[in-house]
């Protein structure tokens, strides 16, 4: 059970550069997150899709995009990535509910 | 707006000592509760959760957690730490009705066992 997977692991980008991360999971839940972790901030949800076709903003969405591409994948896009973006990135899957949510190993990104 | 407070970034203990960590949250409605468990360089494990029924709820690796609605609390414990514990640990609060079932985490508990 592959669980969810994101891509890549690692990334160095320059100021002003753009890039998408990619995550896909294959355990068809409905709804899908982008969270980042920063060291004393806990995690910080960035955007969310409920179900397939509906994405929201989260609590630190400015400077990022997202897309549901179908039910499996959501997608997060930094258009014109600042150093303040150096973080790293989980994608997380759920069945909603009480179910908690499956993380990926995340994306260690670095923007210099 | 639900809220999580995780008292103390840093808990050291003693191999073999009681592992307490302790979380509080605020939420509106009756909430979801978790414990996840992140070693280094991984995701997120769930540890345990708490939706309904028992208060106290056991979880992975010998850990539990009461749930405690007059304290607001949700705190973590494990009788007896062992080295492989030692990682960072995160209490997370959702609403039991809402758009999308978001998590809301607090800011984390990194645990170092001595040996």
């Known amino acids: 059970n592959a669980g969810v997977t994101q891509t890549p692991k690692f990334q160095v980008l320059k100021t002003g550069q753009s890039m998408t991360l990619q995550c896909a999971q294959d355990?068809?839940?409905?709804?899908m997150y982008w969270y980042r972790q920063d060291p004393g901030m806990g995690l910080r949800l960035i955007y969310y899709s409920a179900s397939e076709g509906t994405t929201d903003k989260g609590e630190v969405p400015n400077g990022y995009n997202v897309s549901r591409l179908n039910k499996r994948e959501f997608s997060l896009r930094l258009e014109s990535a600042a150093p303040s973006q150096t973080s790293v990135y989980f994608c997380a899957s759920s069945e909603g509910g009480g179910f908690g949510y499956t993380f990926g190993s995340g994306t260690r990104l670095t923007v210099v | 707006a639900q809220s999580v407070t995780q008292l103390g970034s840093h808990v050291s203990v003693s191999e073999g000592a009681l592992v307490l960590l302790r979380c509080n949250y605020s939420s509106s409605v009756p909430p979801y509760l978790f414990w996840y468990v992140q070693y280094p360089n991984q995701g997120l494990q769930l540890l345990l959760k708490y939706t309904t029924g028992a208060t106290l709820v056991k979880g992975i690796n010998g850990f539990e957690a009461e749930f405690k609605k007059s304290e607001t609390s949700f705190h973590l414990t494990k009788p007896s730490a062992h080295m492989s514990d030692a990682a960072e640990y995160f209490c997370?609060?959702?609403?039991?009705?809402?758009?999308?079932?978001?998590?809301?985490f607090g800011a984390g508990t990194i645990l170092r066992v001595k040996s």
């Open positions: 997370a609060v959702s609403g039991r009705v809402g758009y999308g079932n978001k998590l809301v």
């Open positions: 355990m068809n839940h409905n709804s």
